[in-house]
């Protein structure tokens, strides 16, 4: 018998379900290297991080997560970013 | 020229209700016109839906939407859409409509689409029931919006705009893991919007996938996803039909 959350390739999809399940965020990518979990992408709110870095440590059976997610900026593009198509 | 601001991915909730708000507001004398692509809530309840409906109601431009993936999480699409209609939003499921935008007439067509994946590594409508309705679903969906689009042009439009949230092409999700493209979006879109005739193709749906692209018989595509912009929207200036060189 093996312990499949022991397991990174097994335990990377049961983080990334919970994720999506719990924190309804869908482009979160999910790493594990020497025993840690590292969760990356963007979400739209610091509550929103949280909620994932939550739902990931719920899922990674007492593996250290360091939550690497960004905050999407929602500033207001200035004249000159906008893209003229001809 | 007008002046076409676009987002998607908005996911709204009851965590960020007004936030999103005040960038709509401030669009008047930036834009024309807001074309939304499609996932304006987290879950797809009808809470956050209406959530959604104050943050985009009586903006200060026309406001053309198309719902996403996560908006149909609780089956409440139906009802979503209707308050977003009640709220004055044009909502598209596969249909096209043509807004005056300061007297040049913009033509948009679109709906939430679907996936399948691109030529090359495309899912074909062959074995289990679930595959064949999932290809057919995309299948469907593209022949409606050949159809909306062509409506569109035939009515006059000096502008024609396609409004996804699944991607027409692959350019645009560079930077999404290959292994989950045909989940992302389908060629079977671009084949029709190619087809069909538009200026520009707009889509959302993969955050981690790229601004600009082109489908192949040079149609530019811009996936405009909130966390691919980076920015609360992103202006697109386009010239009419009829005063291009």
């Known amino acids: ?86 | 020229m007008i002046r076409v601001a676009a987002v998607g991915d908005i996911h709204v909730g009851a965590d960020t209700a007004g936030r999103y708000r005040r960038h709509v507001t401030g669009l008047a004398g930036h834009a024309d016109v807001l074309l939304v692509a499609g996932d304006l809530t987290r879950h797809g309840t009808v809470e956050e839906g209406r959530v959604a409906v104050e943050e985009l109601k009586d903006a200060p431009v026309p406001v053309i939407a198309v719902l996403g993936n996560h908006d149909h999480h609780s089956d409440a699409q139906d009802e979503i859409a209707a308050m977003l209609r009640d709220a004055g939003i044009i909502v598209l499921e596969g249909d096209g409509a043509i807004v005056d935008c300061d007297g040049v007439r913009l033509g948009v067509a679109g709906g939430k689409g679907f996936g399948g994946g691109f030529p090359g590594r495309s899912a074909g409508e062959f074995g289990e029931r679930v595959m064949k309705e999932f290809v057919r679903e995309t299948r469907s969906f593209s022949e409606r919006l050949r159809q909306a689009l062509t409506e569109v042009n035939e009515a006059g439009a000096d502008v024609t705009i396609a409004l996804t949230h699944y991607s027409p092409i692959k350019e645009t999700l560079a930077g999404e893991p290959l292994e989950i493209y045909p989940f992302l979006g389908s060629y079977l879109m671009a084949e029709a919007i190619d087809e069909a005739g538009a200026d520009l193709a707009v889509h959302g749906h993969a955050h981690l996938g790229s601004e600009k692209g082109v489908t192949s018989a040079g149609t530019r595509v811009r996936n405009v996803a909130l966390p691919v912009l980076g920015q609360a929207y992103a202006v697109y200036c386009l010239e009419p039909a009829a005063t291009r060189a």
């Open chain 1, 1 to 86: 018998m093996t312990r499949t959350e022991d397991v990174p390739h097994y335990l990377v999809e049961h983080i990334r379900a919970r994720v999506a399940e719990e924190a309804h965020e869908l482009g979160v990518q999910v790493d594990v290297r020497e025993g840690k979990v590292y969760l990356r992408g963007r979400v739209m709110s610091s509550e929103r991080r949280r909620d994932v870095e939550e739902a990931a440590r719920a899922a990674a059976h007492g593996h250290p997560v360091c939550n690497e997610v960004s905050v999407v900026s929602s500033r207001e593009p200035d004249e000159g970013e906008q893209e003229r198509l001809s």
